[in-house]
């Protein structure tokens, strides 16, 4: 009904940027909160960004100031600019979509991941 397509991860060396992009495509009658989220090796899934439906952003610790989340409602993708990566920004990262579907049920929806490797 609903299909994510997570874009944008590779390797790169400590300092470097990446941006991750997260298009939803289906079903789609309007996309409230979006995020970014990433799980390393051996750990749990945490929180990386969030954006809501107006635009206020929410950032983990880690992050501020490197990375900035945004939006485009126009082509229902959110997107993960991160600069001066760290190699503890290495993982598997992951978009969540909220959204409201044509027949109005409301879904939350998760990509299939992308890798991010910061290394020299």
């Known amino acids: 009904q609903v299909q994510l397509v997570e874009s944008g991860g590779g390797l790169v060396q400590p300092g470097g940027s990446l941006r991750l992009s997260c298009a939803a495509s289906g079903s789609i009658f309007r996309m409230n909160g979006m995020g970014w989220y990433r799980q390393a090796p051996g750990k749990e899934r945490e929180l990386v960004a969030v954006?809501?439906?107006?635009?206020?952003?929410n950032y983990a610790d880690s992050v501020k100031g490197r990375f900035t989340i945004s939006r485009d409602n126009a082509k229902n993708t959110v997107y993960l600019q991160m600069n001066s990566l760290k190699p503890e920004d290495t993982a598997v990262y992951y978009c969540?979509?909220?959204?409201?579907?044509?027949?109005?049920?409301?879904?939350?929806?998760w990509g299939q991941g992308t890798q991010v490797t910061v290394s020299s």
């Open positions: 954006i809501s439906s107006g635009g206020i952003t």
């Open positions: 969540n979509v909220n959204l409201l579907t044509r027949t109005l049920q409301a879904i939350g929806s």
